[in-house]
């Protein structure tokens, strides 16, 4: 399974604080931090490839669990995992959002080409062929994101990054409204 997540950073505490002195807002603040979630789960979900990124890769599972693990499959590459669609939820904590591409061939897809360029020919055919489907995004000059979760985080960042800025001025505006005047 292929997983990232994304935090707002000192945040928990002043949810926190919210829940306290204004618990509808801290509650909107919440929805509005899952719903980013949300939305970087669906633009994953709309930007995965409906079906294998190339051609023999089957989508029928291995012959059997032995075949699984034995390199090469033992025939035709049934040891290789079956293609599936791939799919991404998120959950929340805090304000902590986790979005999760459960399967093999998720994970293949993400990260195929992050640590090796390919060990042998075929291998480097292989991550040749799947990086035309997309790239893997780099922090630091290193690839650490994978093809999905990369693309998604750098264009969906700005609009989270706006969407969770206004929850959190909806809420020190309900706090200030809650402090008494000094005029």
Do not use: P, Y
């Given at each position: 399974m292929t997983s990232f997540s994304v935090r707002v950073e000192g945040a928990d505490q002043a949810v926190r604080a919210l829940r306290?002195?204004?618990p509808e807002t801290a509650k909107q603040v919440g929805k509005e931090?899952?719903?980013?979630?949300?939305?970087?789960?669906a633009y994953i979900r709309s930007n995965a490839p409906s079906g294998p990124p190339m051609s023999g890769w089957r989508t029928s599972p291995p012959a059997s669990p032995r075949a699984a693990?034995?390199?090469?499959?033992g025939r035709g590459?049934?040891?290789?995992p079956a293609w599936e669609p791939i799919t991404a939820s998120s959950s929340r904590?805090?304000?902590?959002?986790?979005v999760r591409m459960p399967g093999a061939?998720?994970?293949i897809y993400e990260v195929s080409g992050r640590v090796s360029s390919g060990n042998d020919a075929q291998g480097?055919?292989?991550i040749r062929n799947i990086s035309r489907h997309g790239r893997l995004y780099t922090s630091g000059g290193r690839p650490r994101i994978g093809r999905l979760a990369g693309k998604a985080v750098v264009e969906q960042y700005p609009e989270a990054l706006r969407r969770v800025q206004a929850a959190c001025d909806r809420a020190v505006e309900a706090v200030n409204r809650r402090l008494p005047s000094w005029q």
């Open positions: 306290t002195m204004e931090i899952s719903s980013v979630g949300k939305d970087i789960a693990r034995v390199k090469g499959g590459g049934a040891g290789w904590r805090g304000t902590t959002v986790v061939s998720a994970n480097a055919q292989f």
